[in-house]
């Protein structure tokens, strides 16, 4: 965390700031490539509406690569005028669990991509003007918005339609139960004649019958821009991949086989059987985001005894307030991902976001 540049100005002050330029220049040209705004003098901007300002983000990722996003603060947009719906779903951690565990069972494969750029593939929705980005464009112009960016309060909503709107048109249909999930179809005469084919290699009556899989060949879990993929074969989910190619930009994990989703580590043995989740590389995040590497373990998720008092009123300040909903929202992100034997502990702390006091604080 502590590599990472914070503005525009460290980014290109630092002993490696050949290695940021070179990411945000890769930023801007994706942004350009994908025409994403039509630049345009400030003073022509409607006086009804305002310059949305951005800001560089930088990333260092896992690999040793670096990332940089151009952001639109979405924060100083205005209902109504800049956006209207914001909502977007997305796949629920005990949705893929159990589509892991499913996979696992009938031994298909897993395997996930991350689509590149994803936010820019959506055309925008209402009329929205931005700040270009900074290093990379004259203080006179600004940008007239035909994309969706990153920042945009729609742009997940967006960019979700958009998806959703490919992989109907690549035959996968939705889930009613479960929207973030997709099928592929299946012919139910196609389907009929193999069960009945393989019911008399079987010898078996109907009400025997029970050894055939007539469902879909072909699971698709989207997590804004993660998908993860689950095929009965190797080659169904290699099919679905190069098909999805030629609609978006996509990066691959490099293996058949996924190794990792949201942060998720997988780990799988197909000879035995087995499929294990661990988020031991986020945990640690969070140990060393809030300096709390040198904590000792105990046995249970919270301490033995603990309690807390109605009339306690020794609250905290703004800036303890935050970090105490921070390291709230980083735990229940573990508990929903691999943990639910913390989710007492974090539901117990939860109650008091509004208006924690220092024993809460501490006992956290």
């Known amino acids: 965390m502590e590599n990472e540049p914070t503005t525009y100005k460290e980014a290109t002050q630092r002993l490696d700031s050949k290695r940021w330029c070179a990411a945000m220049e890769k930023e801007v040209k994706s942004l350009l490539n994908a025409g994403t705004w039509k630049p345009i003098e400030r003073i022509t ?16 990722k896992r690999d040793g690569s670096c990332k940089a996003r151009w952001v639109v603060k979405g924060f100083e947009q205005v209902k109504g005028l800049d956006y209207q719906q914001v909502f977007a779903a997305v796949v629920r951690a005990d949705t893929f669990r159990t589509l892991l565990a499913i996979a696992t069972l009938l031994d298909w494969d897993i395997s996930n991509i991350d689509v590149d750029s994803a936010f820019l593939y959506g055309d925008i929705d209402t009329e929205v003007y931005i700040e270009l980005p900074e290093g990379f464009s004259e203080s006179h112009k600004c940008g007239k918005l035909l994309k969706s960016i990153y920042g945009l309060k729609q742009a997940p909503r967006i960019w979700a339609q958009t998806l959703y709107k490919i992989l109907r048109e690549l035959g996968l249909v939705q889930l009613q139960s479960e929207h973030s999930v997709f099928t592929n179809r299946q012919c139910t005469q196609a389907v009929d004649k193999k069960q009945r084919r393989y019911q008399r290699l079987t010898g078996k ?13 072909l699971i698709v879990a989207v997590y804004v821009d993660d998908l993860l993929i689950i095929g009965k074969t190797q080659e169904v989910v290699k099919d679905f991949k190069k098909r999805l190619a030629l609609r978006v930009s996509m990066t691959e994990t490099g293996n058949d086989e996924a190794r990792d989703y949201l942060g998720i580590e997988i780990s799988r043995n197909r000879e035995k059987g087995t499929l294990r989740l661990s988020q031991k590389a986020y945990f640690k995040g969070v140990l060393k ?14 301490r033995e005894g603990l309690k807390f008092y109605v009339d306690d009123a020794d609250y905290v300040d703004d800036g303890e307030k935050n970090l105490y909903q921070s390291k709230v929202g980083s735990l229940t992100y573990g508990m929903q991902g691999t943990r639910p034997d913390t989710a007492y502990a974090v539901s117990l702390f939860s109650r008091f976001l509004a208006k924690p006091t ?4 501490k006992a956290l």
Not at 289 to 302: D, H, K, M, Q, S
Not at 358 to 361: I, L, M, N, P
């Open 45 to 60: 901007v409607p006086q009804n509406h305002r310059i949305l300002k951005g800001k560089w983000v930088y990333k260092l």
């Open 205 to 217: 009556k109907d009400k025997e019958f029970l050894g055939y899989y007539a469902g879909p060949e």
């Open 289 to 302: 985001r809030y300096g709390l590497e040198g904590l000792n373990g105990i046995n249970a998720p919270i």
């Open 358 to 361: 220092r024993s809460h604080v």
